[in-house]
């Protein structure tokens, strides 16, 4: 069944800001200009309906969803603007109070059709928004067969980060559930705290630890998705493994991540191997940013070995090594990033970035401690939050089960050919080390 014939648009509009909003050109730093050429986000939260609702038509009203949303753009204000290029060629938003796509949809599909949660390119074409040109952000809703709800939103990654990104999902949701009751923490939206400093000044460090671009490949096969859960017992044990309380969820699971990849892809021993990750740097500068910074505040870093020590390497060894690298994230490597990329704009290519992580490197997103589950419009907090799609090979999400189990989940984008020996890896290896140690 085609997706026009799956989902019906009822409704197309744009919400604008509920009050009169600063009307300007918000410039756009080197580290938004770096993940410009990302293009949209896809996001999709699912909402099962909530009990006592199953009789009226109240469930997601619209009309509230709207008013709710014009308030959250007024402090918001960018994200009802167009972006643009300015005279010198650079991206900018345009501040001009044109509004947020907002569309309406209905489907005879129910939520349990999509029972596995998994992202897809049919997920992404059946509830968010298409053919964006401008727009810095845009949203659907679809009301499944069921009752239940799909909240699918499109976000330029060149204007916003993933922390900024859920900031603005709090504030909607909170403006709708406690309307002139909510409290808000408003945005702060001065970028030029990542200005490029007059002279330029690369600190030897950057250009080894700071991961300039991801480079992509052709894809050779088919790459598939799939969602791996690791429990908290078993994060327990693998953290214990690593290095003990000093050891973070995130650098346990992305030294186990790229361990398995490493042996699943049966890389030459003598190859390098290199594990990208991205680092939040709104508390690593002097001064920290103000709470609620607005944009992209973030840094992308990387670890490189031998194939054959990672793929035999002591687990704790590895994880050190992540942690020693955010570690070492501090303003002046920012600094000095920043002051790279203005100086490489020029030649820098701003296509889309299009196919899978070379075969020898893997990317670790973590959105752990993310509010993704803190989206309660005052009809319950989402089943569900993930990327609709995420079809680049090599890539894997990290996320907070929605249950507050402390379990994790894994959604990874891995070459169909070792995605069964990928799961024995990552499951019986896990095994070995718990019975290692009793």
Same mark, same amino acid.
């Given at each position: 069944?085609?997706?026009?014939?799956e989902?019906?648009?009822?409704?197309?509009?744009?919400?604008?800001?509920?009050?009169?909003?600063?009307?300007?050109?918000?410039?756009?730093?080197?580290?938004?200009?770096?993940?410009?050429?990302?293009?949209?986000?896809?996001?999709?939260?699912?909402?099962?309906?909530?009990?006592?609702?199953?009789? $009226?038509? @109240?469930? /997601? &009203?619209?009309? !509230?969803?709207?008013?709710? =949303?014009?308030?959250?753009? #007024?402090?918001?204000?960018p994200?009802?603007?167009?972006?643009?290029?300015?005279?010198?060629?650079?991206?900018?938003?345009?501040?001009?109070?044109?509004?947020?796509?907002?569309?309406?949809?209905?489907?005879?599909? $129910?939520? @349990?059709? /999509? &029972?596995?949660? !998994?992202?897809?390119?049919? =997920?992404?074409?059946?509830? #968010?928004?298409?053919m964006?040109?401008?727009?810095?952000?845009?949203?659907?809703?679809?009301?499944?067969?069921?009752?239940?709800?799909?909240?699918?939103?499109?976000?330029?990654?060149?204007?916003?980060?993933?922390?900024?990104?859920?900031? /603005?999902?709090?504030?909607?949701?909170?403006?709708?559930?406690?309307?002139?009751?909510?409290?808000v923490?408003?945005?702060?939206?001065?970028?030029?705290?990542?200005?490029?400093?007059?002279?330029?000044?690369?600190?030897?460090d950057?250009?080894?630890?700071?991961?300039?671009?991801?480079?992509?490949?052709?894809?050779?096969?088919?790459?598939?998705?799939?969602?791996?859960?690791?429990?908290?017992?078993q994060?327990?044990?693998?953290?214990?493994?690593?290095?003990?309380?000093?050891?973070?969820?995130?650098?346990?699971?992305?030294?186990?991540?790229?361990?398995?990849?490493?042996?699943?892809?049966?890389?030459?021993?003598?190859?390098?191997?290199?594990?990208?990750?991205?680092?939040?740097?709104?508390r690593?500068?002097?001064?920290?940013?103000?709470?609620?910074?607005?944009?992209?505040?973030?840094?992308?870093?990387?670890v490189?070995?031998?194939?054959?020590?990672?793929?035999?390497?002591?687990?704790?060894?590895?994880?050190?090594?992540?942690?020693?690298?955010?570690?070492?994230?501090?303003?002046?490597?920012?600094?000095?990033?920043?002051?790279?990329?203005?100086?490489?704009?020029?030649?820098r290519?701003?296509?889309?970035a299009?196919?899978n992580?070379?075969a020898?490197?893997?990317?670790?997103?973590?959105?752990?401690?993310?509010?993704?589950?803190?989206?309660?419009?005052?009809w319950?907090?989402?089943?569900?939050?993930?990327?609709?799609?995420?079809?680049?090979?090599?890539?894997?999400?990290l996320?907070?089960?929605?249950?507050?189990?402390?379990?994790?989940?894994?959604?990874?984008?891995?070459?169909?050919?070792?995605?069964?020996?990928?799961?024995r890896?990552?499951?019986?290896?896990?095994?070995?080390?718990?019975?290692?140690?009793f």
């Amino acid at each position: 069944m085609a997706g026009e014939e799956e989902v019906q648009v009822v409704e197309s509009c744009f919400v604008t800001p509920a009050v009169d909003t600063l009307r300007k050109a918000l410039w756009l730093s080197a580290l938004d200009l770096m993940l410009a050429n990302r293009g949209y986000t896809p996001l999709v939260h699912f909402y099962r309906r909530c009990p006592g609702t199953e009789t $009226t038509d @109240d469930f /997601f &009203s619209v009309t !509230k969803l709207k008013t709710a =949303l014009g308030k959250a753009l #007024v402090g918001f204000y960018p994200m009802a603007g167009r972006l643009r290029v300015d005279a010198d060629g650079r991206l900018e938003i345009d501040c001009n109070s044109k509004g947020m796509l907002f569309l309406v949809a209905r489907s005879q599909l $129910t939520i @349990d059709d /999509f &029972s596995d949660l !998994k992202p897809s390119p049919r =997920l992404r074409r059946l509830f #968010v928004p298409q053919m964006l040109s401008a727009e810095v952000c845009a949203t659907q809703v679809t009301f499944f067969k069921c009752g239940g709800v799909a909240l699918g939103t499109a976000v330029h990654h060149g204007t916003m980060d993933g922390i900024s990104t859920f900031h /603005f999902f709090q504030t909607w949701s909170t403006f709708s559930r406690d309307g002139d009751r909510a409290v808000v923490k408003l945005p702060y939206h001065d970028r030029t705290h990542l200005c490029a400093r007059y002279p330029p000044a690369v600190h030897p460090d950057t250009l080894s630890l700071f991961c300039l671009k991801i480079n992509l490949s052709q894809p050779l096969g088919a790459v598939v998705n799939e969602v791996f859960t690791l429990r908290k017992d078993q994060l327990s044990t693998l953290k214990r493994i690593c290095g003990g309380s000093g050891v973070s969820t995130f650098s346990a699971v992305s030294a186990h991540l790229w361990q398995c990849m490493c042996l699943a892809r049966q890389l030459p021993p003598n190859s390098t191997t290199r594990l990208a990750f991205a680092a939040n740097i709104r508390r690593a500068m002097t001064p920290p940013f103000p709470d609620g910074y607005f944009g992209n505040a973030v840094i992308n870093v990387s670890v490189a070995d031998e194939a054959r020590g990672i793929a035999s390497g002591d687990l704790a060894y590895i994880a050190h090594r992540i942690k020693d690298t955010l570690g070492r994230v501090d303003d002046e490597l920012v600094r000095s990033a920043v002051d790279y990329l203005e100086l490489d704009q020029a030649k820098r290519d701003n296509s889309p970035a299009i196919g899978n992580l070379l075969a020898t490197d893997m990317r670790v997103v973590s959105w752990l401690s993310m509010p993704l589950y803190d989206v309660d419009f005052s009809w319950g907090k989402p089943l569900a939050v993930l990327r609709a799609e995420s079809n680049r090979g090599g890539f894997a999400h990290l996320v907070d089960s929605a249950h507050g189990d402390g379990s994790v989940h894994i959604v990874m984008c891995i070459d169909a050919t070792i995605l069964k020996e990928f799961k024995r890896l990552l499951y019986a290896k896990f095994e070995s080390m718990v019975y290692s140690k009793f």
